[in-house]
């Protein structure tokens, strides 16, 4: 069974900084694309970055870019969210994914993908 467990969030400041950690057990990591998405309350789910299985490659959502970076350690099967310049609008819960059917890019993460319970970010002004 896939279990995604996400950490690290909280309450920060405007111009704060977070780090979001996400253990991954039950699926081969390292053949996995890994991504982060979040949601804010009364809004739909949307993408943030996804980083590639051997993390080679990172992508992430304009709003985010320059800010955030996403990193990962396959001999920890873990992936990161680093989270800088946090603005109010930031503000939402958290969620890493994991995608092994395509590990090179990750897009098919509502339909075989695995997703974690999700962390609140609160970023207040």
């Known amino acids: 069974q896939v279990q995604l467990v996400e950490s690290g969030g909280g309450l920060v400041q405007a111009g704060g900084s977070l780090r979001l950690s996400c253990v991954a057990s039950?699926?081969?990591?390292?053949?996995?694309?890994m991504g982060w998405f979040r949601q804010a309350s009364g809004k739909e789910r949307e993408f943030v970055g996804a980083?590639?299985?051997?993390?080679?490659?990172?992508r992430y959502a304009d709003s985010v870019k320059g800010r955030f970076t996403i990193s990962r350690d396959n001999a920890k099967n873990t992936v990161y969210l680093q989270m800088n310049g946090l603005k109010p609008e930031d503000t939402a819960v958290y969620y890493c994914?994991?995608?092994?059917?395509?590990?090179?890019?990750?897009?098919?993460?509502?339909?075989?993908?695995?997703w974690g319970q999700g962390i609140q970010v609160t970023v207040s002004s």
């Open positions: 039950g699926l081969t990591f390292s053949h996995s694309a």
């Open positions: 980083i590639s299985s051997r993390g080679e490659t990172a």
């Open positions: 994914a994991a995608d092994p059917a395509d590990p090179d890019y990750g897009s098919s993460w509502f339909t075989t993908g695995s």
